[in-house]
Antibody, heavy 121, light 108 residues
């Protein structure tokens, strides 16, 4: 059974960089059939796609966040990571990592449980 | 930027049919997907490619799409179907993925 687990600091100061890692178990991140993505959800609000990466390193980013986002992959550790720079309180959210099919219009099928990151001094 | 538009809320009595709409300019050429999210949990895919149901999803969940409007239908809604529902698709580029704003479904 595929599992994804987010990890990283739960508290980040304004103007600093938020960093999270997603560890994939029960399957290989190097599969040619999937992207791996990050989605966030501010408290009480909706879902927002942040960006996705293929195991080769090809990335796709939400245009509204592109200037602040970097997603990378480490196939040797079966992990992918998110960096979001210059954070403000508006970036406070639950962050999910998820697997994304390359077929069709690329739905997310397996999700991590999510991790809350609060931006506060 | 591309947007998918959903109604904020839908109410339905137990056993009745709930319909949730999702409007997007690219939907005539792109598929719609639907996620159910219960409080404190990660989203779960309940409909893919407009109207297909993943294994394990009850038959009362169905979907359709026509033109710029996709619809999630819950036939014979149950109390356990109370949740937020999000549509999901992509713009014409195929690599800018978007979630709708979400619809809170209340069954009472």
């Amino acid at each position: 059974q595929l599992q994804l687990q987010e990890s990283g600091p739960g508290l980040v100061k304004p103007s600093e960089t938020l960093s999270l890692t997603c560890t994939v178990s029960g399957g290989s991140i190097s599969s040619s059939n999937y992207y791996w993505g990050w989605i966030r959800q501010p408290p009480g609000k909706g879902l927002e796609w942040i960006g996705s990466i293929f195991y080769s390193g090809t990335t796709y980013y939400n245009p509204s966040l592109k200037s602040r986002v970097t997603i990378s992959v480490d196939t040797s550790k079966n992990q992918f990571s998110l960096k979001l720079s210059s954070v403000t309180a508006a970036d406070t959210a639950v962050f999910y990592c998820a697997r994304q099919h390359k077929n069709g219009d690329c739905p997310f099928d397996y999700w991590g449980r999510g991790t809350l990151v609060t931006v506060s001094s | 930027s591309y947007e998918l538009t959903q109604p904020p809320s839908v109410s339905v009595s137990p056993g009745q049919t709930a319909r949730i709409t999702c409007s997007g300019d690219a939907l005539p050429k792109k598929s719609a997907y639907w996620y159910q999210q219960k409080s404190g949990q990660a989203p779960v895919l309940v409909i893919y490619e407009d109207g297909k149901r993943p294994s394990g999803i009850p038959e009362r969940f169905s979907g359709s799409s026509s033109g710029t409007l996709a619809t999630l239908i819950i036939s014979g809604a149950q109390v356990e179907d109370e949740a937020d529902y999000y549509c999901y698709s992509t713009d014409s580029s195929g690599h800018n993925w978007v979630f709708g704003g979400g619809t809170k479904v209340t069954v009472l």
